[in-house]
């Protein structure tokens, strides 16, 4: 006969077989789950490694700050602790964390942050404003009433070294907003709102204020660099040339302020494009992407994106090869040069249909396989505001609408959660 349980006693049953999944597969995954890895890290042919020389990987989520407000999202729905424990809890080891060059200038140009309180209220206005500012206070106790956007920055990397989860801060864009349109005035160098000089300044301030942050282990240059297909630069379309030159200048701000961490580039076309840097190919006049010639040699990772959600897998395994994971492997083809790669954003729509379709089926076959880390776009399960709309749902959100429980949790259980330890546990 099988016992009778009491109401109290299946709740509990049921709790403690969450809390023993969760634990075997914690269990199941890697050091690189349990500690963060020695810093810093450095580039080693096509491998990230830590201060031991062992192979690290990523399998993390983006976490998204560079938008309007210019403060972290999701905190009017959860504490800080309660989302890194999210991320931490199904195995990921890493978040990349946007942010805006705006919020610089702000601080450079204006003597000081802004406090988060008049942040919400010049996005959202005044009642909205004051309503959402309440909210993360009541949802994060530990903020001060004064707190500042970076502030906000500080706590959400203090907790991420506290559960043991890298940071990786990315660039997003100059003026604060969503991304990426062609022509929101932040796709390329000397656009209507990016101006290199700040984005220079910009790049090195982070850089040494990130140097408190003990989980910080990588930065991005810029995200998704692009062209109008119409717009000149010095007299030239968008062209690999001009890419060089920011990018090395910006690689060196960056290496100046902060040696220790590692320098991802991006490539063109949404980074999707990253073939000459690989293969020697001329980025301008005697121009190759030679970085034997940088203080910064050993700090170099490429970042791809991939969002082509209409090639069938073995196209898209093509054309990854060609335009970017070539430079995992020394012998392919016009292949000069290896480099560390990450793929630093791909996503899907979290539906149990999107999640078996063959995008999100053959990156979460083929990304491990290849021995790379990656971040999934993204954690977000809604904006403070997005392109106007306060309190934007996120249908891509990993998270549902309140931030509270995972939106698609079969897309987390059986797709995610074997990925990231296909990839934590497949470093060598």
């Known amino acids: 006969m099988l016992p009778v349980l009491f109401d109290g006693e299946v709740v509990m049953r049921k709790s403690l077989r969450v809390v023993l999944v969760i634990a075997f597969i914690r269990a199941s995954l890697s050091r690189a789950l349990d500690d963060l890895a020695p810093g810093p890290f450095s580039s080693k042919g096509r491998w990230i490694v830590d201060a031991q020389g062992q192979h690290v990987a990523y399998a993390g989520v983006n976490w998204p700050g560079a938008a309007d407000t210019m403060i972290p999202e999701g905190l009017q729905y959860a504490s800080v602790s309660n989302l890194v424990s999210k991320i931490k809890d199904i195995g990921m080891n890493a978040i990349r964390l946007t942010w805006a060059v705006e919020m610089v200038d702000d601080i450079l140009d204006g003597g000081h942050d802004v406090d988060i309180k008049t942040s919400f209220i010049n996005v959202l206005g005044l009642s909205n404003g004051t309503s959402v500012y309440n909210a993360v206070m009541k949802n994060n106790p530990d903020f001060a009433p004064n707190i500042s956007r970076l502030e906000v920055f500080d706590a959400i990397a203090a907790e991420c070294a506290k559960q043991q989860v890298y940071v990786h801060l990315d660039n997003h864009v100059s003026k604060a907003g969503w991304c990426c349109d062609k022509n929101d005035g932040n796709a390329w160098f000397g656009f209507k709102y990016f101006d290199v000089i ?143 790669l990450v793929m630093s954003e791909w996503g899907f729509e979290q539906s149990v249909a999107q999640s078996q379709a063959p995008y999100a ?26 392109q106007g709309v306060p309190d934007k749902d996120e249908p891509w959100g990993l998270l549902d609408h309140e931030w509270k429980d995972w939106r698609c949790p079969e897309c987390i259980r059986k797709g995610l959660q074997p990925m990231i330890s296909a990839t934590l546990n497949n470093t060598t």
């Open 198 to 340: 700040k984005w220079k300044r910009a790049l090195g301030y982070m850089a040494d204020h990130g140097k408190s942050w003990s989980a910080l282990r990588s930065m991005s240059l810029r995200n998704e660099l692009r062209s109008t297909g119409s717009w000149l630069f010095n007299g030239q379309h968008v062209n690999w040339s001009d890419w060089y030159a920011n990018m090395t200048a910006g690689a060196g701000a960056i290496y100046t302020a902060n040696p220790d961490v590692l320098i991802f580039f991006s490539g063109l076309s949404y980074d999707s494009r990253l073939r000459p840097l690989f293969t020697d190919g001329v980025l301008g006049e005697d121009i190759t992407f030679d970085m034997s010639k940088f203080k910064y040699v050993d700090k170099v990772v490429l970042e791809v994106h991939d969002y082509d959600m209409d090639s069938n897998c073995t196209t898209k395994r093509d054309l990854l090869t060609e335009n970017s994971f070539g430079t995992l492997n020394a012998t392919g083809s016009g292949v000069r040069k290896m480099f560390p």
């Open 361 to 386: 089926s053959c990156l979460r076959e083929f990304l491990p396989e290849q021995k790379v880390g990656w971040m999934t776009w993204v954690l977000s399960g809604s904006y403070y505001i997005r």
